[in-house]
């Protein structure tokens, strides 16, 4: 079977190796030059199951409403108020439920528990560097109220599976002895020994590599214009340069996939959530942490990447802009060195932005969608680096014919029908 996959980030290349690995014939399309170069590029970092707690719940709603009008605030609302950004933050406020949030918890836990596995098995298979360190994360709190929620938190993802266990400041200090200079301000932590940290764009370019002598056909610098369908069924993707037929197709082209499911008269419930990050170069004896750091309460997230720090976080509902505000990437930089601050201000550090393609209830789209042979495999979030190896998995197996080893109740379009459909 000939299968497209659209696409180069995290999520399609990880795809392509499983429909590849299946001996299916694979191509993959993407307006890039080269494999994750949009936003698997320079995300956070983190292959975190740990951090599955769904955007929408009644702490970060009460959350915002505090955070509104800040030019600060960790999320920031500027959305085009077209009718598909109304539905999605209507539906965003529907699932700021107790009950929701705990719903969308289990699902994306499910999923990113089963990716952690999976990666394992692709470096058995396709063994290369991309910075990985297998140290854990910690989720490290200030606010003692916020605490105590993470310690809740932690119990219930703990039944669902997911080893993520309260720790007291001292225990944390041990861990990451770089926090040193923060130990007056910690009222505690909670540490996920199984996390991991490494860079994504590295893995990204090297497992296109093992695409690539596997026979995937990689198509860059092409823009997919449209989705073909005759007689209720995908026959292949229009393009700017020529048409590809395909028996299957596979939509993983992050925000972007919600335009070319249009094509075919689908609104998936796909919004562009910019994140932002920075790059600092360290050296050991700067203080740098060593190990994988998660600030809940100003949602940001630290990953020693090789002798770079990667610091991500930030989040603005504002449309498909992709322009970097300065001030605002800025505050990256400037709570770095207070929790780190030995660290020097770098002279001109590497900020960068991308647009993370967020449903209102943060749970990824997969499975068929609109035709027996078009399938959906994004909107992951601020967590395609986390559940892509699953997600792909699943979805090969899904093309393949195959039973998925994890339930994909909850996974697909199903669930937005009433509202997107």
């Not at 995908?234 to 249009?262: E, F, K, N, Q, Y």
Request: aromatic share 8%; net charge neutral.
């Amino acid at each position: 079977m000939h299968v497209v996959v659209i696409g180069a980030g995290i999520v399609g290349v990880t795809t392509a190796y499983e429909l590849a690995q299946d001996g299916h014939a694979v191509t993959v399309v993407d307006r890039a030059v080269g494999p994750g170069l949009e936003t698997s590029f320079s995300n956070g970092g983190q292959i975190s199951a740990s951090h599955t707690d769904a955007w929408a719940s009644p702490e970060n709603l009460r959350r915002i409403v505090r955070w509104f009008g800040k030019s600060d605030a960790p999320l920031r609302l500027a959305p085009g108020w077209d009718m598909t950004a109304i539905r999605w933050c209507a539906s965003l406020l529907g699932n700021c439920t107790r009950k929701r949030a705990n719903i969308n918890t289990e699902r994306m836990l499910r999923l990113a528990l089963y990716s952690r596995n999976r990666y394992a098995h692709l470096r058995n298979r396709a063994p290369f560097n991309y910075d990985l360190r297998q140290n854990g994360i910690l989720h490290i709190y200030r606010n003692r109220l916020s605490f105590q929620y993470a310690k809740r938190q932690a119990a219930f993802v703990r039944e669902l599976g997911c080893a993520r266990n309260e720790i007291t400041v001292d225990q944390c200090l041990d861990l990451e002895p770089a926090l040193v200079s923060a130990r007056n301000h910690l009222c505690g932590a909670v540490y996920c020994a199984e996390d991991e940290c490494g860079d994504a764009h590295k893995f990204c370019m090297n497992l296109a590599k093992v695409c690539e002598a596997a026979g995937v056909n990689f198509r860059f610098n092409e823009t997919v214009s449209g989705i073909v369908k005759r007689n209720g069924s995908v026959t292949g993707v229009a393009t700017t340069s020529s048409s590809i037929p395909a028996d299957a197709l596979v939509v993983s082209a992050g925000c972007h996939s919600t335009a070319l499911m249009r094509t075919v008269g689908i609104t998936l419930p796909v919004y562009p959530a910019k994140g932002y990050s920075v790059t600092l170069p360290v050296e050991a004896n700067q203080g740098a942490p060593g190990m994988g750091l998660i600030d809940d309460e100003l949602k940001l997230v630290y990953s020693r990447l090789g002798e770079n720090l990667r610091v991500a976080g930030m989040a603005e509902l504002a449309g498909y802009d992709v322009a970097i505000d300065v001030q605002r990437a800025s505050l990256l930089v400037t709570e770095t060195q207070r929790l780190f601050p030995t660290l020097q201000r770098p002279v001109s550090p590497q900020y960068w932005c991308g647009l993370r393609p967020q449903t209102p209830d943060s749970v990824p789209l997969m499975g068929p969608c609109g035709a027996d042979n078009l399938f959906l495999n994004t909107g992951h979030g601020t967590l395609g680096w986390t559940m892509a190896a699953g997600s792909a998995r699943i979805t090969a197996d899904l093309i393949s014919g195959n039973i998925p080893e994890v339930d994909t109740d909850g996974l697909t379009m199903h669930r937005f029908s009433r509202m997107f459909g």
